[in-house]
């Protein structure tokens, strides 16, 4: 999972504090766990996987399709027999 660190910015002028900021950095990985991206084989249809990363090794979209060969694979069948 993606983490973030709290930054706390404090500005001192004339020996006294005269402002105080929260934020936080930008999203980088845990690197203390891996974690893996499983794909299985469709042996009735034809697959499609997108996969986006950042830069830094975050995942930021997945998208799978599958598109079904069965019609396809009886008529085959079919025409053989």
Do not use: C, R
Not at 5 to 16: L, M, R, S, Y
Not at 66 to 80: G, P, Q, R, Y
């Amino acid at each position: 999972m993606p983490k973030k660190d709290f930054v706390v910015k404090i500005t001192v002028a004339q020996a006294k504090i005269s402002k105080v900021e929260l934020g936080v950095t930008s999203a980088y990985p845990d690197l203390s766990k891996q974690y893996t991206l499983k794909y299985n084989k469709n042996f009735f249809g034809e697959n499609k996987l997108d996969v986006s990363v950042t830069e830094n090794g975050l995942l930021t979209s997945t998208k799978s399709d599958t598109i079904s060969k069965v019609n396809e694979a009886f008529k085959a069948l079919a025409s053989s027999v």
